[in-house]
């Protein structure tokens, strides 16, 4: 299992959490277990095979984008952190 | 019993002189004045650092951090600054010389020398605790004092920024912001107060910044960032920009000029308990849009004015985005550029990712496909 940091703008989908579990070798199989735990927190970050733009998804501190996508491997020790866009500043 | 005089010579037989001909023809030298404070104050060579004798091996690296670079010593005489390069071959500087006979032969010479800037005795004083730090002293109070900070926002993060950017000596601020003051904004936003209500944000946070320090010259721009007006904003000169924006079209249209200009952002967001820093520095790191390349639609964006946001947590946010904007004027630390920094209050935990500069970002990449502003709807006025 790994650990799924929910960003504050998703925690309503997840039913207030700020970190819940999922499981996967590769980043698809972590959203792919995760839309299935919590449907409405996946269905924000994943949908028809593609992480959804204007979400980032990091695992460890690195995007998976800048590493191999969806076949970036996870460990049970890593940590993703899902990233959508935010603007408040006042 | 070796005699001061012998102990010389068989120092200067043991390194490289060099004279004011051959150091002016060394190309990418790094020239260090070891001379003391008041010597220094009287005139240096032009492009020379200054280092104290004393603080040599400790601060060296800072200016020098690759040992093949050729360093140039000079003192008065050439005397100290022999036993300096003795000191640097030591450390493990292979290209080290010592100004055959410094200073005085280089002014008697007739050669440019610089007249070091200094601060008056109320400067001093007010900037104490910062020239007491080494890696600031006078040279980085002046940097400071020379910056021109432009804000966008004198709101949640723009209230921090502003006075703690005032409080260090920045000489020029800029603000830019439509609002007025209403009772919503004091739970955060402590540029503003009770005798500012209903009057415009640019003329309440002028109002602080002035008595807390008059030195700063605060430029205000009580107008809503645009395609519009941008150019003429910027075109006014900013070293810098600290955005503190509530809305992505402001983001997006901050982004796309800073990078056209060259002109770094200091990045902070925030909503409820969490908030977000990063420094774009154009070209030497990625901007805004290789982090996200487009806005999210309005279904996806969240409502600031529902979101709601605990009222230290601009506080907390908007001094870190402070400190890179020092640092950056001062050219001292590692900016957060290339990491985005994210700040959780409930747990009071910093998490970091890294940001890379994407090869296809429509802005900064190599080929970019947004060459001109974009008005985004507004889509998150509250």
Redesign the interface.
Known sequence: MSVV?V???LREEAGGA?EVEASGATVRELLEDLTVRIPALGA?VYGEGEIR??V?V?VD???VR?RDGLDTPVRDSSTV?L???????? | MTTYRELLQQTKAAIHEIDARGAQDLDGAVWIDVREADEWQEGHLPGAVHIPRGYLESRVEGVAPAKDTPVILYCASGARSAFAAKTLRELGYDTVYSLAGGFTDWKRNGLEITMPRTLSPEKRTRYSRHLLIPEIGEEGQLKLLDARILL??A????SPASLYLAAAGIGRLGIIDADIVDET?LQR?IAHSLDTLGTPKVDSARRTIEKLNPDVDVVTYRERLTSENIDRILDDGWDLIV??????PT?YLVNDASVWRGIPVVH???????G?VTVFKPHEGPCYRC??P????PE???S?AE?G?LGVL?GIVGSLQTNEAIKLAADIGDPLVGR?L?F?A??TEF??????RRADCPVCGDDPTITEYIDYVEF?SR
């Open positions: 940091r960003p504050p703008v700020r924000r733009s204007f980032n990091y501190g690195e995007d800048t952190i990233l959508p866009a935010m603007a408040g500043g006042r | 966008i926002g709101g949640g993060l723009g904004n936003q955005d503190g924006a509530d809305n992505f983001r902070g967001s925030i909503y409820r308990f969490e977000q982090l996200f487009e806005p999210p639609p996806l964006a969240p600031c979101g946001v601009p985005l994210l959780d409930l747990a998490n970091e990712v890294k940001i890379e998150c």
